[in-house]
């Protein structure tokens, strides 16, 4: 039997009438709603918080590290330096290293903040000892938009005058006025020395411990103190600006006699009578000059002979540049 068609139309189109009201229930409610954006809301705020915090540490961290790069930088240098130098110090800030005619190349721009000085022996190029007169500056100078120290060292032997630099501290803080005149300024607020007092100075105020005598006054080491700034949020573990205080130094230096035994070790510390340990520490630096290193080399090989078949363990160590240990 067949239907009619009216009929069979009718019942489709119920048919989509009925599938279509049903998927309008699809969707949130409105307490679904309000509890979702609470808790996005939450959400948001911590995380916001979150990156605000991360922001003001990184700052905090990038500056905390600049300040130790600086002051393994300003380690590197100065304290071996002031300890070279003793008491011979210069914060002029015209002056130069250059012993009065620099070589091509010399940098001796900005202001110098401390020059020290000091000699040494060295051996030439026919072995005999000749002095070297050494010179270092570490100057103020401004590169393009940077404001650098940078350390110029200059060493004179034989009239011949040779330099070289090297960049100790970078990203600096700028004159506090504003104003920097090159070889006028004196950038005090970069490096400031503190000189030990005269060693045989007599201090009336410090007396003996017995207390019946006035006490040669105590000779401090050369202090040098260098403001840093990392660029930090604020001073001190903030990672901004920070004082390294370096110190080096402290030594009354005179000329020993070759027989002296002043300083001298005591060998004698085996555990036993039989035997032992030493060391043998030979200058080959060029402070002994040929003619007398000749005599040095003979007592060396003497001092070995007289440990032979002996259960004694002898160690020689030359130094000059570089030292080694040779038995």
């Not at 005149?181 to 007092?197: H, L, N, Q, R, Y």
């Not at 207390?211 to 001190?236: E, I, L």
């Amino acid at each position: 039997m067949c239907k009619h068609p009216f009929l069979r139309q009718s019942r489709q189109t119920r048919k989509l009438r009925t599938n279509r009201v049903a998927g309008r229930d699809e969707g949130m409610t409105l307490v679904e709603l309000l509890i979702s954006i609470a808790l996005t809301g939450i959400i948001v705020t911590a995380l916001s918080g979150a990156v605000v915090v991360i922001m003001n540490q990184q700052s905090t961290s990038n500056g905390r590290l600049n300040n130790a790069r600086a002051e393994n930088g300003a380690g590197l240098w100065i304290p071996g330096d002031l300890a070279s130098a003793g008491q011979n110090v210069d914060t002029s800030p015209s002056i130069n290293s250059c012993f009065g005619t620099c070589p091509v190349g010399a940098d001796i721009g900005g202001s110098n903040a401390m020059m020290l000085s000091w000699s040494t022996l060295v051996a030439n190029g026919s072995g005999q000892s000749v002095t070297k007169l050494t010179q270092v500056s570490y100057r103020y100078v401004l590169v393009g938009d940077e404001y650098q120290l940078i350390r110029v060292q200059c060493d004179q032997t034989e009239g011949t005058v040779t330099c070289r630099t090297n960049v100790v501290l970078h990203n600096l803080d700028s004159p506090p006025d504003g104003n920097f005149t090159a070889g006028v300024t004196v950038p005090d607020w970069i490096i400031k020395v503190s000189t030990p007092p005269d060693p045989l100075a007599i201090d009336p105020t410090v007396t003996t411990i017995e207390g019946d005598a006035p006490a040669v006054a105590v000779k401090n080491a050369q202090r040098v103190v260098v403001t840093v700034n990392g660029g930090g949020k604020s001073a001190g573990a903030g990672g901004g600006t920070n004082q390294i205080s370096l110190s080096a130094g402290g030594t009354n230096r005179t000329l020993i006699d070759s027989t002296s035994m002043q300083g001298a070790p005591s060998l004698i510390a085996a555990r036993s009578l039989c035997g032992g340990s030493i060391t043998l520490i030979i200058d080959r630096s060029g402070s002994i000059g040929s003619t007398d290193f000749a005599k040095v080399k003979a007592a060396v090989g003497q001092f070995v002979t007289m440990f032979v078949g002996t259960p004694v363990r002898l160690k020689l160590v030359p130094f000059d540049t570089v030292a080694s240990t040779v038995g």
